[in-house]
């Protein structure tokens, strides 16, 4: 049996294949894992309480019932849902939307898979646009969504010392170019595998510089605001015509809804829609019901800001204590926490590749993911790539302290080896 080209790149190895099947496996397998490697939220007693009030709720009205399970929604998404968003934003952040301006796919990872084949790849006129990444390491989920190849170019960042084990990543934009060859600029914020949290004003930067060259700047808010709002640091979202802000339901807890939101002018929204209405025919409705109610009258806000933030600060705040126990003496950096649920570590002149000690951490049962998956379009040799690792702390404590102890005990070995 013969693959087509397109066969043949959706059944290679990748970064997200290798940590999806690491997840699943592990869970499914009985194995006693310790998980930090994926970016499976965690389960707040709070939080899945509010969810199950809504889905039992739903259970009791027959109408409401019908509506989560027995009728599709349009191919732009549940309408009531797509309403009330539109109306949300513009509560919180007075701009101007309307529900043309909205549009729900079955997760961040199908909307991304659309949008960056909307922009990049193969155009009529013969010409061959890229997405552009202002800086890497960036998300692993992106760097196989390409239908052509040469389909991203990154920007190696400026790295800040902050003191002597921690950094920050900051957009060089001395080395950031965008020209004819730049279909969208794409950017996660917070970044996840790093926790950087992009400034308002590198993102003001960005914009300025998409408009310039008529291409829009994607923003990828999975982890940002207005929710779940996992930034610990000063970040104000922003949105015009020329911006397409992502946001997705999964962090809030409701990873299993696979429910993205697409903010965008009408014309992205249109598209969305119709090719929506080919591949699934329709989102499905299942986040968008069980959330609808927070939409409406705000309390998702409070949720998010009240206890779904700290509960994570607080988690990072913990794992990075544990990283200064357990590393001690060895060259070890962790960037920054301003948010999402990851810790990223940099080993400076690690003897063995990254990949290398994931492989010596999964015989021993922690599961970790190998920093070289997070830098699509940065095709060199790069050491840096091969000298981290993300980690998540959204175990409990003992847990992570556990993982980190081990982490350290293998770095610690490859160190003497060498």
Known sequence: MKLSTFGTKFTSHSGILQL?????????????????????????????????????????????????TGTYDPPQGEKEFVTEIAAFLNRQYGWKLTPNNIALTNGSQAAFFMLFNMFAGDYDDGSHKRIQLPLAPEYIGYADA????????????????????????RVDFNSLKVDERTGAICASRPTNPT???????????????ARANDIPLIIDGAYGTPFPNLIYTEANPDWNENTILCLSLSKLGLPAARTGIVIAN?????ALSGINAIMNLAPNSFGSLIALDMIKDDSIVDLSRNVIRPYYEDKAQFAVGSLKKHMQGLPWQVHKPE???????????????????YERLKRRNVLVVSGHYFFPGINDD???????????????NITIDQGISIIADEVRKAYQQA
């Open 20 to 68: 999806m099947d690491d997840l699943g496996n592990a869970l499914a397998g009985g194995q006693d894992m310790i998980m930090m490697g994926g970016g499976n939220p965690a389960h707040i007693p709070e939080v899945e309480d509010i969810f199950r009030q809504r889905l039992q709720k739903i259970l009791d009205s027959p109408t409401e019932f019908t509506r989560l």
């Open 146 to 169: 390409g239908l052509s190849n040469d389909f991203f170019l990154a920007n190696k960042p400026e790295i800040e010392q902050i003191n002597q084990h921690m950094f920050k990543y």
């Open 195 to 209: 926790g950087n949290v992009l400034t308002d004003e590198e993102v003001s930067r960005l914009d300025e510089m």
């Open 266 to 270: 009408e014309q992205v929204i249109k």
């Open 339 to 357: 948010g999402a649920m990851f810790l990223w570590l940099w080993f400076k002149g690690l003897p063995i590749s990254s990949q290398e000690l």
């Open 382 to 396: 790069w050491r840096h790539k091969h000298e981290c690792l993300r980690m998540t702390f959204t175990r409990d």
